[in-house]
């Protein structure tokens, strides 16, 4: 398959299912069961491709078996492993205001005067809508919500994309704290 670079990752693999050999699957993607489309899917380090055979939708995960997982065991073996598929493979993206996460990743973040304000290094998603990451040069990374209003633009060209914190915050006591616009990350 194709270089690490030329591939994106759309799944990881949770704790086995039963004892038949099926695992919990975690999908990165709008439709749940859209990484059992794409065929072989590859491990990280390369060193396995697997082959969907069922898939189904059970709460938050995907339950899955895969060709020649068997046994708990061999379910257990995959249990933590990242799926990937060649870039290559995913649709073109037909909307301008729609990315691939990891097209967004190492991206520099710049204020709305063109300071730079550090680096996009995640975009997790806590439940409550995605986020965005920021890691500047000499401090803890901090979060801001992955939203028109605090990401007007993303300029993938330019390698850069648009942060405008949100405004500042009331604390418990009514005081304005005009340095906290967002929440830093645990380090």
Known sequence: ???????????????????RGEVRVKPYGDDPLS??????LETRDGSRRLEVVSARVQKTVVVTR????????????????DLFVARDALPELDEDDTFYHADLLGLT???ADGAVLGTVIALPDFGAGTLVEIK???????????????????DLDAGRITIVPPPAYEDEDGET???????????
Do not use: W
């Open 177 to 187: 704290d005009e340095d906290e616009t967002s929440t830093p990350a645990a380090d």
């Open 136 to 154: 500047p040069e000499a401090a803890a990374s901090y979060f801001v919500p992955f939203t028109q209003a605090c990401v007007p633009d993303i």
């Open 35 to 40: 990484f059992a489309d794409y065929g072989l």
């Open 109 to 111: 973040a710049v204020d």
């Open 66 to 81: 895969f060709k020649g997982v068997d046994d708990r065991n061999a379910a257990e073996a995959l249990n933590g492993e």
């Open 1 to 19: 398959m194709s270089a690490p670079a030329d591939r994106i990752m759309i799944a990881r693999i949770g704790a086995p299912h039963g004892v």
